[in-house]
């Protein structure tokens, strides 16, 4: 006589469990993960490696608060990027309150009110559109509606950083609304809250680490670009704190031009400075995350 289990747990772990060629594969795409994993981090390590080495040496107060000088005047020990790291966190802090919340509601009009509309498809056209433009295309795009009429400033600079940053908030945030699972709308509908309610206090509170990572993203790559920040700020060597009037300098140009001088001071100074940009993003992140858990508990 044959005999069967009575332990539904049994055969339901016996369903799960992958077994012969099932487990082999799984397996082998598990090792071949980890191995890609390994392979992303190689690339970044070495540059990590590389910025510290060689820029270690140069950080110190002095450095990070010392007025900056031109890359081809002094050696190593004197001037500092003290200009450079405030008009870094000026421009590229100004430009993330101008594209992150415009960011937001425009995924937000996409993936809840624009629906397969013809607003919410150019919108989102547009933004895949304006993530494949070059950095440099931006800048010259500032400079001619922009520098030519109102001359060179830090409010330039954060406004083609802005452009920058939008298409990647938008995409990145969309994503994330669509991964909120819409039992938990229509559960909000049921207790008779408004589209708007729902959106404020379930679909965004759902979303918010997600939107922050990518927020994050995009502050990331507008804080080390360069190409924007010359046609717009013109790079120079003492600190203005009025982001709206005359130019201005930023980390990214230091380090663009003491990476061309035959200066060892000033490749140096490069190194530093790539090294305190790192700092600032890195510190931003953390920052964000501490944000956003705190953020998510409260919600909860």
């Given at each position: 006589?044959?005999?069967?289990?009575?332990d539904p747990s049994a055969?339901?772990?016996?369903?799960?469990?992958?077994?012969?060629?099932?487990?082999?594969?799984?397996?082998?795409?598990?090792?071949?993960?980890?191995?890609?994993?390994?392979?992303?981090?190689?690339?970044?390590?070495?540059?990590?490696?590389?910025?510290?080495?060689?820029?270690?040496?140069?950080?110190?107060?002095?450095?990070?608060?010392?007025?900056?000088?031109?890359?081809?005047?002094?050696?190593?020990?004197?001037?500092?990027?003290?200009?450079?790291?405030?008009?870094?966190?000026?421009?590229?802090?100004?430009?993330?309150?101008?594209?992150?919340?415009?960011?937001?509601?425009?995924?937000?009009?996409?993936?809840?009110?624009?629906?397969?509309?013809?607003?919410?498809?150019?919108?989102?056209?547009?933004?895949?559109?304006?993530?494949?433009?070059?950095?440099?295309?931006?800048?010259?795009?500032?400079?001619?509606?922009?520098?030519?009429?109102?001359?060179?400033?830090?409010?330039?600079?954060?406004?083609?950083?802005?452009?920058?940053?939008?298409?990647?908030?938008?995409?990145?945030?969309?994503?994330?609304?669509?991964?909120?699972?819409?039992?938990?709308?229509?559960?909000?509908?049921?207790?008779?809250?408004?589209?708007?309610?729902?959106?404020?206090?379930?679909?965004?509170?759902?979303?918010?680490?997600?939107?922050?990572?990518?927020?994050?993203?995009?502050?990331?790559?507008?804080?080390?670009?360069?190409?924007?920040?010359?046609?717009?700020?013109?790079?120079?060597?003492?600190?203005?704190?009025?982001?709206?009037?005359?130019?201005?300098?930023?980390?990214?140009?230091?380090?663009?031009?003491?990476?061309?001088?035959?200066?060892?001071?000033?490749?140096?100074?490069?190194?530093?400075?790539?090294l305190t940009l790192i700092?600032?993003?890195?510190?931003?992140?953390?920052?964000?995350?501490?944000?956003?858990?705190?953020?998510?508990?409260?919600?909860?």
């Open positions: 006589m044959m005999t069967t289990t009575s055969r339901s772990v016996d369903l799960r469990e992958p077994s012969g060629w099932r487990r082999s594969k799984n397996q082998i795409m598990t090792g071949l993960m980890y191995l890609a994993f390994v392979i992303i981090l190689i690339p970044l390590a070495f540059v990590l490696v590389t910025v510290i080495s060689k820029g270690a040496g140069v950080i110190s107060w002095q450095f990070l608060t010392n007025g900056t000088i031109p890359p081809n005047v002094m050696p190593v020990g004197f001037g500092g990027m003290g200009a450079a790291v405030v008009g870094t966190l000026e421009i590229t802090g100004f430009a993330a309150l101008i594209a992150i919340p415009l960011g937001v509601l425009g995924a937000v009009y996409i993936s809840e009110y624009g629906g397969k509309g013809i607003i919410a498809r150019l919108v989102s056209f547009m933004a895949n559109v304006m993530t494949g433009v070059p950095s440099i295309v931006i800048g010259l795009f500032i400079y001619t509606i922009w520098v030519l009429h109102f001359g060179y400033s830090g409010l330039a600079g954060s406004l083609a950083l802005a452009c920058l940053m939008l298409p990647i908030v938008i995409r990145s945030s969309y994503e994330m609304l669509l991964l909120v699972p819409d039992s938990l709308r229509q559960g909000s509908y049921a207790l008779g809250a408004t589209k708007a309610r729902v959106t404020l206090t379930v679909v965004l509170p759902a979303a918010i680490g997600g939107i922050v990572s990518g927020a994050l993203l995009a502050v990331a790559r507008a804080a080390g670009e360069t190409a924007p920040l010359i046609f717009t700020v013109f790079a120079v060597e003492q600190l203005n704190p009025n982001l709206f009037s005359g130019p201005d300098t930023a980390l990214p140009l230091q380090i663009f031009a003491n990476a061309q001088s035959s200066y060892v001071g000033a490749e140096s100074r490069a190194w530093g400075a790539a700092a600032i993003v890195f510190i931003l992140m953390i920052l964000a995350r501490i944000i956003t858990a705190r953020f998510t508990r409260f919600s909860r």
